[in-house]
């Protein structure tokens, strides 16, 4: 029985065990079945096709595409490409005159990365430059001055970078999936962020305030994470037929973008204000509080309208009314800390519209108004409290 108990447990700590690399896995299955095929129909373009020996340059030339991070992935596979063929170009010519050696090996990989470098090309492009030289150099050595071999491998990278860029639109990922794993932990940190300044506008909490504003800080991280799957989705939704229907969503997120990380930016602001107010006043109206929860409330509205398509009619009310209630504090000659959380909470509720579509005019029109809604249109649950 204690046997049984044994291997029944060893089987599920192995089970356990192996759930991330499954996860992962999964999560790079796209990436791993792109790099494959292409390299595998490449090559055998390369060597069955055109009879091309070994043809080894033309799955280099997928994979080198193919390890780019997605997203604006064409102009930066042609420069790859371009600094490959480059190096093989530079190493065919400079090894048929000079031969072969660690000196001439340094040679061609000095001239290749020099030359790509002076035409302006990123350090990328400059080591793929100097790589091609150097295989060049070491594994296959031409047989003459520019022989037919040259021409074959400056052929091969060109087919290979065609077969690479080719595999990565028509095995595409789903567009909407990757923004949508970048933007989940992204909104879910602004909301928390918002509660947690919240909490401290409530209780005067110094601690809270130091707390929110060191999570606020966290913030820019999860914004660049989501610029780049919004980068790779819209390249996706542009060059990939099976996902051409995506485009009008995904020019509604990349669209957000700038508004939301202009909104995280006066979040982390509001924070330090927050922090000023806790330390300098001695009561705090909870106006402010209910406002900065207002905001919380428009970022949960605003995720559902970029991946749901519904929820911004309800966040644009509670992005109002947060700046609604904290304007009426101004208008209440507020001291000038509760100024400085009032200007930042109106500054985020305009970012938050114009996440949601508004022009910045109309935007800054709302916010202009809200005072006056919140005052002739007050919230239900507020009358019933």
């Known amino acids: 029985m204690r046997g049984r108990e044994a291997a029944v447990g060893l089987v599920t700590r192995f089970t356990r065990a192996l759930g991330p690399s499954v996860a992962r896995l999964r999560q790079a299955g796209v990436t791993l079945l792109q790099a494959a095929a292409a390299a595998g129909a490449s090559w055998y373009v390369a060597h069955e096709l055109l009879g091309h020996r070994p043809g080894i340059f033309a799955p280099i030339g997928a994979m080198l595409v193919l390890s780019l991070a997605p997203g604006r992935r064409v102009r930066r596979a042609v420069e790859i490409v371009a600094g490959a063929a480059v190096g093989v170009v530079i190493g065919d010519l400079l090894i048929a005159m000079i031969g072969t050696g660690p000196i001439q090996v340094f040679v061609v990989a000095t001239l290749a990365m020099g030359t790509v470098t002076a035409l302006g090309a990123g350090p990328m492009v400059v080591t793929q430059a100097g790589v091609a030289s150097v295989l060049i150099a070491t594994i296959e050595p031409p047989d003459g001055l520019y022989s037919s071999l040259a021409n074959q491998r400056l052929v091969d990278v060109l087919i290979g970078g065609g077969f690479g860029l080719a595999a990565s639109f028509i095995l595409p990922r789903h567009p909407l999936a990757s923004t949508r794993a970048a933007a989940v932990p992204l909104f879910a940190e602004l909301r928390a962020t918002l509660e947690q300044i919240a909490t401290a506008l409530d209780t005067g909490d ?20 989501w610029q780049e799957t919004i980068d790779q989705a819209e390249e996706t939704a542009v060059l990939a037929p099976t996902h051409w229907s995506k485009r009008s969503v995904v020019g509604r997120q990349s669209a957000a973008l700038g508004p939301v990380e202009l909104a995280v930016r006066d979040v982390r602001v509001l924070a330090r204000a927050t922090l000023r107010v806790c330390s300098m006043e001695e009561e705090i109206s909870p106006e402010l509080g209910l406002a900065v929860r207002d905001l919380a409330a428009a970022v949960l509205g605003l995720e559902s309208e970029l991946y749901r398509d519904r929820g911004g009619v309800r966040a644009r009310a509670d992005a109002i009314r947060a700046a609604g209630r904290a304007s009426l504090l101004v208008a209440g000659r507020a001291s000038m800390p509760t100024s400085a959380v009032v200007a930042q909470v109106r500054s985020t509720a305009t970012d938050l519209l114009r996440a949601l579509g508004l022009e910045v005019t109309d935007a800054v029109a709302e916010v202009r108004a809200s005072a006056e809604k919140v005052r002739t249109q007050p919230r239900a649950d507020d009358e019933e409290s």
């Not at 060191?214 to 820019?220: G, I, K, V």
């Open 206 to 225: 110094v601690a809270e305030a130091e707390a929110a504003l060191q999570q606020s800080r966290t913030l820019d991280g999860y914004v660049r994470t």
